[in-house]
């Protein structure tokens, strides 16, 4: 394929991070619109997103990386 090997492992887990992604900014702005609280847990919030951005890009290079 145009990204690499289509490994159905590799896709699937980019896909389950990529959606992790969505719910960890829907709970982000929740937290700062919504609740207009959370200062403690924010930290870990983002720390959260850096993380599954991080994944996304390991899988996302996984193969490139094996080759």
Not at 6 to 20: A, D, N, Q
Not at 31 to 47: A, D, S
């Amino acid at each position: 394929g145009p990204a690499g090997p289509l490994s159905p492992t590799r896709v699937m887990l980019h896909s389950i991070f990529g959606t992790f992604v969505f719910v960890v900014l829907v709970t982000k702005f929740t937290i700062l619109r919504v609740l207009r609280r959370g200062t403690k847990v924010l930290p870990y919030v983002g720390t959260a997103l850096f993380l599954t951005f991080g994944v996304i890009w390991g899988t996302s290079v996984a193969d490139f990386i094996g080759r």
